[in-house]
Each structure stands twice: as C-alpha cells, then as structure tokens.
C-alpha cells in the first residue's frame, strides 16, 4: 500500500547524542519535506528536496541535515542532539503541479 | 514575506450549530490556500483547497482575495467535526506550504 513511513515515533536521548530520523515513501513522489513542530504552535518547513540529490533549507533554521540518495528516502539527521531540538518532526511529500502534502506520523523527539 | 494567521486557538460550539474557523494570510503573488486537519490519533491530511471549489463533509471555503481571507465555514457542525484545523498557503509548483498555528474545534454533543 502506497504511504509515507516515520521511524522512530518517540525517541528519547540525552545531550550530545546524534540521531537519525528516518522517512520513506511508497508513493512515486518526487517532492519531500521536513517541517518542525513545537506544541500548540504551526508546523515550519525546515527542508524540503525535488528529488534525488536536490536538498534545500526551509524557512526555518535548523541544525539538522537531511539527504536524498533514493527517491523513497528522505532522512534527517542531528550530529549532537540538544534540549532546543525537542520537538515533533513531520515527513511528507506530494506530487508536483497539485499541491497536496502526505504526511507521516510524526517522530516525537526530546533531548534530556 | 508570506505569513497564515488563525486568530483562534480554540473554538467549541455545540452539535448542530453553525461552525467557523477564520484564516488570514498575507501574501505577494497569487494565494494559493488550503485547509488541512488532523483528527484524533491520525495524521495530518488534506480536507480541501480554495483552487477546487468543492465541499467536503460539510465544509466549505471562500478565498477573499480583499480581505486577504480563507475561513472554513459549515452550517451544521457534528461530534466528528473536532480535531485540530490548520489552513496553509503555498504556491503548487513549488509544494511548500507555510502553516498557520492551528485552531482546536471541539463540537459538544
């Protein structure tokens, strides 16, 4: 069944630690993103990708990386976890031309 | 700069009553806006784009290009209606969508 697949959904770790949250899609799509959500606040686009080997900044500053060397993958990863990093991170992509975005189920992250 | 603001965090009304979540946006080109929501447990999906005109369960949106606005409106909300409501704004080509904070609905019985 086509879908886009987050892991892990919660994640706890301390200071210093480097993490690697994963994102796959079964659904063909070129277009990817990362946004970062802190709660009871709107979603902020972090980076986004228009296909293999094409990797932006969003609007929102972040330390975290992210790479596309597969279509269906798009992973993001922090080199050395810190408290500020606590937050939802949410994977989607979407076809070109139509403006929809499919989401993940979000990786809830904290950092002690 | 493109921004979404939902004025409201948190809106209840009772079933059967009419329902409106308000969405201003300020933007240089030409809007494109959309609704999406995120229901209990679930993920957060698309309910509907101003570019369709359609409706769906219920509700509609009218994009006001004057007062730079895209509620969601429906005339008879229902216990199934409450979850979190973000409208967002974007340009298509490009697929990035810039969020508002969100509106919580709570529809009592």
């Known amino acids: 069944e086509a879908d886009i697949y987050q892991t892990p959904r919660y994640l706890v770790i301390g200071t210093g630690k480097k993490i690697t949250l994963e994102c796959s899609q079964t659904?063909?799509?070129?277009?990817m993103y990362w946004y970062q959500q802190d709660p009871g606040m709107e979603l902020h686009l972090i980076h986004y990708s228009y296909g293999v080997n094409s990797t932006e900044k969003g609007d929102l500053s972040s330390e975290s990386t992210v790479s596309r060397i597969r279509t269906e993958h798009f992973p993001l990863t922090l080199e050395s976890a810190r408290p500020s990093h606590t937050s939802q991170y949410l994977c989607?992509?979407?076809?070109?031309?139509?403006?929809?975005?499919?989401f993940g189920e979000g990786s809830r992250l904290t950092v002690l | 700069a493109q921004r979404v603001t939902q004025p409201e965090k948190l809106l209840s009304v009772f079933k059967g009553a009419p329902v409106e979540l308000k969405c201003n946006y300020s933007y240089s080109g030409s809007p494109e806006l959309f609704w999406y929501v995120q229901y209990s447990r679930q993920r957060l999906q698309l309910l509907l784009r101003h570019i369709s005109r359609e409706s769906i369960k219920g509700f509609t949106a009218d994009l006001n290009k004057g007062e730079t606005s895209f509620h969601l409106k429906k005339p008879f909300a229902q216990e199934e209606d409450s979850a979190m409501y973000y409208c967002?704004?974007?340009?298509?080509?490009?697929?990035?969508?810039?969020f508002g904070q969100g509106t919580i609905l709570t529809v009592h019985p």
């Open positions: 989607a992509s979407s076809i070109p031309e139509q403006g929809e975005l499919f």
């Open positions: 967002a704004l974007g340009a298509v080509s490009y697929g990035k969508l810039t």
């Open positions: 659904m063909g799509h070129d277009k």
